[in-house]
């Protein structure tokens, strides 16, 4: 699993995003900014030994993935509730249970979710938006 970024130079400076984790950082170079973007994501996901590969496409485009499926999921969800201003409880909510733990354990990276279930979890965290899939060069 991989997410796009876009990278782009402003001024003196190299600005790196990842719009789905709504996340953006810099760096001098190009590189330096590739490296701040793995930083930023490790730091994010907060979990020991979880790495992050950012992979240069072409022009101003590159991809962030991890061997680590499930903390990039864990990492999506908890980004996207947070962003929305949504609590566990209410994450839970959406999705009609009971329980805030029928979200959170994918959240916390208990569990891995299929993609019918991710697409239900990303849509209780963000309605009205989709994953959209595209194939990697």
Same mark, same amino acid.
């Given at each position: 699993?991989?997410?796009?970024?876009?990278?782009?130079?402003?001024?003196?400076?190299?600005?790196?995003?990842?719009?789905?984790?709504?996340?953006?950082?810099?760096?001098?170079?190009?590189?330096?900014?590739?490296?701040?973007?793995?930083?930023?994501?490790?730091?994010?996901?907060?979990?020991?030994?979880?790495?992050?590969?950012?992979?240069?496409?072409?022009?101003?485009?590159?991809?962030?993935?991890?061997?680590?499926?499930? &903390? +990039?999921?864990? =990492?999506?969800?908890?980004? *996207?509730?947070?962003?929305? /201003?949504?609590?566990?409880?209410?994450?839970?909510?959406?999705?009609?249970?009971?329980?805030?733990?029928?979200?959170?354990?994918?959240?916390?990276?208990?569990?891995?979710? &299929? +993609?019918?279930? =991710?697409?239900?979890?990303? *849509?209780?965290?963000?309605? /009205?938006?989709?994953?959209?899939?595209?194939?990697?060069?």
């Amino acid at each position: 699993m991989r997410f796009d970024g876009n990278i782009y130079k402003d001024g003196k400076f190299w600005l790196a995003e990842v719009p789905i984790l709504e996340a953006m950082t810099q760096g001098h170079t190009r590189k330096e900014a590739f490296e701040m973007v793995a930083d930023l994501i490790e730091t994010l996901a907060n979990r020991p030994g979880f790495k992050v590969d950012v992979i240069p496409k072409k022009k101003d485009g590159f991809e962030v993935g991890s061997s680590d499926t499930k &903390t +990039l999921v864990s =990492l999506l969800l908890k980004r *996207q509730r947070e962003q929305n /201003g949504l609590s566990l409880s209410d994450a839970s909510k959406r999705l009609g249970a009971k329980s805030r733990n029928a979200y959170a354990r994918y959240e916390r990276g208990d569990c891995m979710p &299929t +993609l019918e279930k =991710l697409i239900q979890l990303f *849509q209780a965290v963000s309605p /009205g938006k989709d994953i959209v899939l595209n194939q990697s060069c």
